[in-house]
């Protein structure tokens, strides 16, 4: 079996997913982590396109995860801008959104389509480290740090957090080191496995009265 069909484990992560999110989305429909649902899906087939344009159609498919990555960041930093309520924090989230649109706009007009551009995936990845670190200083600074494990956006954040802990050190490593096949691909699918992982442990333990706006 080639290397490359690995990754087709990750678009069953994914579609795992998507299905709890879908399954459990009368808990936070009412949240503002609701659009989570249609997130997951975008995800799914975008992933899942990438993944057959090449082999399939002997098409490139850098310019696809370019466009993902900018869009799920973005669509990171609108998530965090709905959660956290302090004026200081939502003014950071707004200084993060410009400089990382800079960063991608540069990307875009500077390099080429033909490679991954992966100082937009990095600083938006960092920018979303630091909102996390908002996110849970807010958490445990009140009353609901007694019930966080029913809170999806626990969850999320808990996602997030460990995956972008691990894919920023990943994405400087590969560009120093020899990184690739079989050892890249299962550190990749790790990385997803708790992503994906966190997110269907908050679907399935939320509890609907705790996700309200």
């Not at 678009?11 to 879908?22: H, P, R, V, Y």
């Not at 370019?66 to 709905?82: D, E, H, P, R, V």
């Not at 007009?109 to 990845?125: L, S, V």
Request: aromatic letters at 26%.
């Amino acid at each position: 079996m080639e290397t490359r069909y690995l990754l087709y484990i990750v678009n069953g992560l994914e579609l795992a997913a998507a299905l709890a999110a879908t399954v459990y989305y009368s808990k936070y429909i009412f949240s503002s982590e609701k659009f989570f649902l249609f997130f997951l899906w975008y995800t799914f087939f975008v992933d899942l396109t990438g993944a057959l344009l090449r082999p399939v159609f002997d098409i490139g498919n850098y310019w696809l995860y370019n466009a993902f990555t900018i869009t799920s960041l973005l669509f990171y930093f609108y998530w965090y801008y709905t959660i956290l309520k302090s004026k200081v924090f939502r003014k950071w989230v707004m200084v993060f959104t410009i400089v990382f649109s800079i960063v991608a706009i540069f990307s875009l007009f500077f390099q080429t389509w033909n490679e991954y551009h992966k100082y937009t995936f990095i600083t938006g990845a960092l920018f979303v480290l630091v909102l996390t670190m908002f996110h849970f200083y807010k958490l445990l600074n009140s009353d609901e740090v007694l019930i966080v494990k029913y809170k999806l956006s626990f969850w999320i954040s808990t996602a997030l957090l460990l995956f972008y802990m691990g894919m920023i050190p990943l994405m400087f490593l590969t560009e120093y080191m020899d990184i690739s096949g079989v050892s890249y691909l299962i550190i990749i699918i790790s990385l997803n496995l708790i992503l994906y992982g966190c997110y269907i442990i908050g679907f399935v333990w939320t509890k609907k009265k705790y996700n309200g706006f």
